[in-house]
């Protein structure tokens, strides 16, 4: 079965300073791996995509992620921590042929302070 | 961009009685619907996927008579939660597919809180 382990359920980082959260995925088939993003009273708004093309992904406000094959991880990156990132992050995977199911992690809540 | 709405955010009902709970994609045609249950601290569970005009489809554990879902028209998918029980109360967020977009592009609603007391 498809699964993603979020390593911290809490990063706690300062405004300015650089942020990342980490992510690894289980690895039966060739996945899709994806990023979300939650603030409160939001819907989860997609930060960024792998699927199978550049390692290195690009997302929204700045966040990029690598997919790193021989380490299984997708761990997402920002160089400098905004108070407005402070959320609930979301790794999430696919697999083709699993009829579009995404399989979520448990989240991780990044707080930014002063 | 593609918005999903959700009525009503947070719902508090009695035991025993049935709440319904409406997502709707505002600017698009949604042709696959997804329901999500998500517990404290935790991630989201995909509950059932339902396309228009057909039957929900319900993953493995989920009571497909508890939690009743009908997908009627493009815009329109409804959660019934029947004779709720406290066990019941979590956040339930419902995600829409822009169809023929790729199958893993979903647009998530702003979620419901359901409390049953």
């Known amino acids: 079965a498809q699964s993603v382990t979020q390593l911290d359920s809490h990063v706690s980082v300062s405004e300015g300073t650089p942020v990342l959260l980490r992510c690894n995925y289980s690895?039966?088939?060739?996945?899709?791996l994806f990023w979300y993003v939650q603030h409160p009273n939001k819907g989860l708004q997609l930060l960024l995509k792998?699927?199978?093309?550049?390692?290195l992904v690009k997302g929204i406000n700045g966040f990029e992620a690598e997919f790193k094959k021989s380490e299984t991880s997708f761990h997402l990156t920002k160089p400098s921590a905004h108070m407005s990132d402070a959320a609930e992050y979301f790794c999430?995977?696919?697999?083709?042929?699993?009829?579009?199911?995404?399989?979520f992690g448990t989240g991780t809540r990044l707080q930014v302070t002063l | 961009g593609a918005v999903v709405s959700q009525h009503p955010s947070r719902v508090i009902c009695k035991s025993g009685t049935s709440v319904k709970i409406e997502c709707r994609s505002l600017?698009?045609?949604?042709?696959?619907m997804f329901w999500y249950r998500q517990f404290p601290k935790q991630s989201l569970m995909l509950m059932a996927t339902?396309?228009?005009?057909?039957?929900?489809?319900?993953e493995q554990g989920v009571e497909k008579d508890k939690f009743l879902i009908n997908h009627a028209s493009l815009t329109l998918s409804t959660l019934t939660v029947t004779s709720a029980h406290p066990e019941d109360s979590s956040f339930y967020i419902c995600?829409?597919?822009?169809?023929?977009?790729?199958?893993?592009?979903?647009?998530f609603g702003p979620g419901t809180r359901l409390t049953v007391t």
């Open positions: 792998y699927t199978s093309a550049a390692t």
């Open positions: 600017d698009f045609q949604a042709t696959t």
């Open positions: 999430v995977v696919t697999y083709t042929g699993t009829a579009s199911k995404l399989t």
């Open positions: 995600s829409a597919r822009v169809a023929g977009t790729p199958t893993y592009e979903q647009y």
């Open positions: 339902s396309n228009e005009g057909s039957k929900a489809t319900y």
């Open positions: 690895s039966s088939y060739s996945p899709s």
